[in-house]
């Protein structure tokens, strides 16, 4: 494939719209990834499948832990289990929002224009340490990630499908760093953490990881055309009017606890559901459930919410006042009874 220089050219690579798959060959190919993940992160299944179910969302996911936790790892692990194009940001002080947009430069020969595309034109984008950027380079990519497209010298380019962003950070506050204003976090569909692996994972990782490094032996088990086919599967996931309603409640009863000074956004919703329906894919189901949510409500909501000064005084975490709410909130019919009738 010969890179576009124009934004017809970009318009005209924009990906095929991808056909949906049985469920026998989403599991087979979603479980193929994950276990070519694992390979490389010992003991965190359910995170490694969560970043799968964010990809096949249409998402972006931020993984914020301390250091030396397998963050950057996994980044790379999903990227390079998936034959497509990956580039890799690192942000430093220094990167400029051009880096990665992209520039018009001058061709001598042609006498024309040229666009240089930016780091953002990949189909997997790794972010590492996204709070070390300015915060004029941050919100650079942040407009791409919402709007999938690129606006240079007046040209819209639009980026290519699957389009994923996968940024890193440290949540201790250092010296040098920017904070992601709240604002720029609401385009992260998922906020994970990795925690530490439990002592076994950890043991199992000496053995593994020891004398050399797994990941230069990972290779691709899934391209961009099978991602796009999952992408539209998992879109096909029913979900019934009860469950949308609950997914509506508990975003209602986050703009309205007394802990919480700002609430999720219709943004979480949107991806709150769509999130939903890539989970119950990754399990073989055709169709969401209460559990889905509820086993989402703090990775997708918990980022975007801003404690109380009081609340923040008592220690009380975003990531607890969710878990709070969910266990006060009545649970919706379940969709199985309707359909057993
Ligand atoms: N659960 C795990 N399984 C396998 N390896 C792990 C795990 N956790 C950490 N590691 C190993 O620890 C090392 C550090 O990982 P990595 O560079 O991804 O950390 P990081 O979270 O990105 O750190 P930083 O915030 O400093 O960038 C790697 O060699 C990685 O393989
Ligand atoms: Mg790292």
Do not use: W
């Amino acid at each position: 494939m010969t890179t576009p220089r124009t934004a017809e050219e970009y318009g005209a690579q924009l990906g095929t719209a991808g056909t949906a798959l049985s469920t026998d060959e989403l599991l087979r190919a979603t479980s193929a990834i994950v276990a070519n993940i694992e390979q490389v992160i010992e003991g965190k299944t359910a995170i490694v499948r969560l970043a799968l179910a964010v990809l096949l969302a249409e998402g972006h996911l931020l993984i914020e832990d301390v250091p030396g936790v397998g963050k950057t790892k996994l980044a790379k692990a999903l990227a390079k289990s998936i034959d497509c194009s990956v580039r890799r940001i690192q942000f430093t002080p220094d990167l400029l929002p051009s880096d990665v947009t992209g520039v018009s430069v001058y061709n001598q020969e042609t006498h024309d224009f040229e666009f240089k595309p930016g780091a953002v034109f990949a189909n997997l984008v790794v972010g590492d340490e996204i709070n070390r950027a300015s915060p004029k380079t941050q919100s650079a990519l942040l407009e791409c990630m919402e709007e999938r497209q690129v606006t240079v010298d007046g040209h819209t380019y639009h980026l290519q499908t699957p389009f994923m962003v996968i940024a890193t950070q440290n949540p201790i506050e250092m010296e040098g760093t920017y904070p992601l204003p709240e604002a720029q976090r609401d385009r992260f569909t998922a906020r994970i953490a990795m925690g530490y692996p439990a002592a076994g994972a950890e043991l199992a990782m000496l053995d593994h990881h020891g004398a050399h490094d797994p990941l230069d032996d990972l290779s691709a088990v899934a391209d961009a055309d099978l991602i796009r086919d999952l992408i539209v599967t998992c879109r096909q996931v029913h979900v019934a009017d009860s469950i949308k309603q609950y997914a509506v409640n508990l975003v209602t009863a986050t703009r309205e606890a007394s802990d919480l000074r700002l609430g999720a956004s219709p943004r979480s919703t949107l991806q709150l559901l769509r999130t939903a329906r890539a989970v119950a894919a990754l399990e073989g189901r055709d169709f969401v459930l209460p559990d889905d949510l509820q086993a989402l409500a703090v990775p997708v909501l918990a980022h975007r919410l801003i404690p109380t000064a009081e609340a923040q005084l008592a220690r009380r975490t975003t990531d607890a006042i969710v878990a709070d709410l969910l266990h006060k909130l009545p649970l919706p019919a379940d969709p199985r009874d309707n359909r057993r009738r």
